[in-house]
């Protein structure tokens, strides 16, 4: 029994890692210097003058060897993107909603459908979230974080992603366009674009002015066609030369805003993905020095000793960033990784009291409950077969999956 215990053990593990590799995508857009673009004292929310979508002319519409997708794409070359459209947006009550659903609305029209977005009521329902946040980075510098997405991945598919948008800066509120440039920009990191352009007239360049609304350009939108496309031989013709790509843009963004912590977040992102986990680490930890307080860099470093097997450290780190979030969908990853390090730890009872509030809290993540049940069945501990039996109820289509079906037998049910 117990060799079989430990194959499930291992399956849920291996399966488990699909989700660690997860790479926590930590993006964020500095605009410019506010001495060269103050926001004006009595700036009012006026209408915000849209680009017509990017016009494309029909017979060019599939040239899509103008992109930047070497800078978009991790390091190693791999990216995750969304699995079905539409994509479900939720957009925080502020006065700034409506401004922020043009910005989606710009991607709906310039895709025609291979990228789109509906908005929804209720942000548990959402798997993008946009929320407006009074401040971004504790740095208090003439240039200024506007913008910060946060995706969560298994694999080649983006699980949620969150936006933070800056809407008032020292007081002032930024322009509508302001606001909506960086939401077109951070759209472009949510729908799975991992960098930036070097191209200034690019959404996805680093940098933006506020005077005009900014629209997508034909770069942009080839770059994200060829993401979506499906098409292995275009995207992997695409993406050669990216890890280069990726480690200059990474330095040189250190290099432009060296008080940010996102441009050493991002440059610890990219070596974590080149798997120089030291050189990540420092990375990581000069981000830390700008701002102790950031959750993001705790998780990232949890990532790298996660993959570097020091297990207990990364535990301790995921704990680190959990008391510094009230962000729910930052949360439960943190959660989750935390217990995946302490079980990988062989800390078995700590694990499963971790375990237990991960299944108690997300009740229908198969997932969480197959390593819980590995820990009860390892434990001795008789309540897994409840749980089990309530999960299957909520979820009778679980039944199919191996790992349940062994604990389905081994509890005979
Ligand atoms: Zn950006």
Known sequence: MNNNVDTRYITAIVFSLALVIA????NSRVLNRISENNPSQNAQLEPVDIAAPSAIPQNLSEDLTDNYIANAVNASGSYSIWQNM???????????KSVVESAFTTYNNALNGIISFSFVDNPNNAQIKVTFPNRIENTNSDQYVSGLTNNFSSGKYIQ???IQLLTNKNGVNLSSTAVYNTALHEIGHALGINGHSQNRDDIMYAQTESSKAASL???????LKVMYSNNEALISQNTAGAASEKLKEAIQYTQQVPNKTAGWINLGNVYYD?????????AYKKALQIDPSDAN???????????????????????YAIERTTEPVEIENYEYMKALSTL???KYDDAYVQYSSLVNKYPNKKEYLINYLYLCTYLNKPEGKEKLKDFLQANPDAASDKNIQQYKSYYRL
């Not at 539409?86 to 700034?96: A, K, L, W």
């Not at 990232?300 to 704990?319: N, Q, V």
Request: glycine share 4%; hydrophobic share 40%; with cysteine.
């Open 297 to 319: 860099i705790y998780a990232s470093m949890g990532s790298c000793y996660y993959s570097s097997k020091k297990y207990e450290t990364a535990a301790e780190f995921f704990g």
């Open 274 to 282: 080149l798997k120089m986990l030291p050189e990540a680490l420092d």
């Open 160 to 162: 949620s992603s969150t």
């Open 23 to 26: 790479v926590f995508m930590f």
């Open 344 to 346: 990988s730890a062989k």
């Open 217 to 223: 350009t034909a770069r942009d939108l080839a770059t």
């Open 86 to 96: 539409p994509v479900q947006v939720y957009i925080s009550e502020n006065p700034y």
